[in-house]
């Protein structure tokens, strides 16, 4: 990949943090906000901060549910520097789903735990 200048989209995204942060190029953007974020990698966090530049009021917006994870990305967002403590919370109206789907899908999922986007579990209450 290095002889024919090629990266996966990984390294990728380490390196172009890395030129942001070596050329002090951090906190380009005073706000990110990020869709479907239980999709993200480590990686993409991290760029995502780089970006943002030091942790202010607003810096970054994500909506994520980790029940609805398509790719194997399991980001855990305080240990990529993304402090949630206290900041997060549940949106509790789904526009996308009846209250009929939501009860049948979560039978189905009986027994199966779902990360909180950091370091805890989601408890499907609320």
């Known amino acids: 990949m290095n002889e024919k200048l090629q990266r996966d989209v990984e390294t990728a995204m380490y390196e172009c943090r890395k030129i942001l942060e ?3 190029l951090t906190g380009q953007y005073t706000s990110i906000i990020v869709d ?3 999709d993200l990698s480590p990686s993409a966090y991290r760029l995502l901060i780089a970006l943002a530049g030091d942790e202010h009021q607003n810096d970054i917006f994500i909506v ?3 029940h609805q994870r398509i ?3 399991k980001a855990v967002l305080s240990k990529c520097g993304i402090n949630v403590r206290g900041r997060s919370s549940y949106l509790r109206i789904n ?3 009846t209250e009929e789907i ?3 899908a979560f ?3 009986n027994g199966v ?3 909180d986007l950091d370091e805890d579990y989601d408890n499907s209450k609320g």
């Open 22 to 24: 070596n050329k002090k």
């Open 36 to 38: 479907e974020g239980q």
């Open 64 to 66: 994520g549910d980790s």
């Open 71 to 73: 790719y194997r990305n």
């Open 95 to 97: 526009y996308r789903t």
């Open 102 to 104: 939501r009860k049948f």
């Open 107 to 109: 039978g189905l999922l």
């Open 113 to 115: 735990s779902f990360d």
